[in-house]
């Protein structure tokens, strides 16, 4: 695809009263068919606000704003300032109102006043090099810097007044590599897997042993798995692979012996 999409880097100069220093920026690509509806979204989504339900308007360089209709009308007859002439933001496109080099405003929520400074790239850009996709909206391939919450709040309920909640003691098993926990998960069945390698139901076996926890039954259910190969093997294969790595990572007597048995069922010796 050719170099026709711009290249705008949007910078979040502040809102709420603070200013934001460094800027916290994102840069995005903008194509021939999106309009300033659909860059404002993505701006908006890039920047984590959930409530959209505010004003917005893009103010370019020779004080034309770009806003929905009816707010254009009631800026254009306003009795302060210059008279402008609005720009409707669910049709005018990006890349036919602003060119590379321009420099334009986009301010979401009158009142918290949310500004962003727009600014296009000087060389446009081929959404296939910088995104490896030609997205439907106009989406940020680089971006920095931490991105306030768009109503100051620090946690769920946050009232603006509370101290902040204590931190655990103990870090989210999240972070921990401990998820799901251990005693979320099921046990394994292990009569349901004899009895499914006894009759030799491969589909029944690959059930049996699947989102269940078999670290203290590698042995059973690495007895199941050479019949599953030779029956289903593509959805045996992910099974056998977990099992050697297991047997491989756990080196327990015998293991190193049974991992390689299952690898050379997998490999269909």
């Keep these: ?8 880097t949007v910078e979040l100069l502040g809102g709420r009263g603070e200013v934001l220093w460094p800027p916290p920026g994102r840069i995005f690509a903008v194509g ?28 370019l360089a020779d004080g034309r704003v770009v806003t929905d209709s009816m707010t254009g ?27 590379p080099g321009d420099e334009f405003q986009f301010t979401f929520h009158f009142g918290d006043d949310w500004t962003h400074r727009c600014v296009v790239g000087d060389q446009k850009v081929d959404p296939l090099d910088v995104l490896g996709i030609q997205p439907a909206a106009p989406l940020p391939y680089w971006g920095w810097g931490s991105v306030p919450d768009q109503y100051g709040r620090r946690w769920s309920d946050d009232d ?18 401990e998820w799901p926990p251990h005693d979320q998960v099921p046990a394994l069945d292990k009569v349901r897997v004899r009895e499914a390698i006894a009759a030799q139901d491969a589909n029944g076996f690959i059930v049996a ?24 093997h593509q959805l045996a294969e992910p099974v056998a692979l977990s099992v050697i790595n297991r047997l491989t990572w756990r080196s327990a007597p015998g293991d190193e012996q049974l991992a390689e048995k299952l690898l050379t069922a997998l490999r269909g010796g």
């Design 1 to 8: 695809m050719a170099r026709t999409w711009l290249s705008l």
């Design 32 to 59: 021939p068919r999106h309009t300033f509806a659909d860059f404002e979204q993505s701006i908006n989504d890039a920047f984590g606000r959930w409530d959209r339900s505010h004003l917005s308007m893009f103010t």
């Design 73 to 99: 009308e009631e800026m254009a007859g306003s009795i302060r300032g210059p008279i402008v002439a609005p720009v409707d933001i669910a049709t005018a496109k990006v890349t036919r109102t602003v060119k």
């Design 160 to 177: 603006g007044e509370s101290p902040a909640p204590e931190m655990p003691g103990q870090p989210n098993s999240m972070l921990t590599h």
């Design 209 to 232: 042993v699947t989102g269940c926890e078999i670290d203290d039954a590698l042995e059973i259910v690495a007895e199941g798995i050479p019949m599953a190969l030779a029956k289903h």
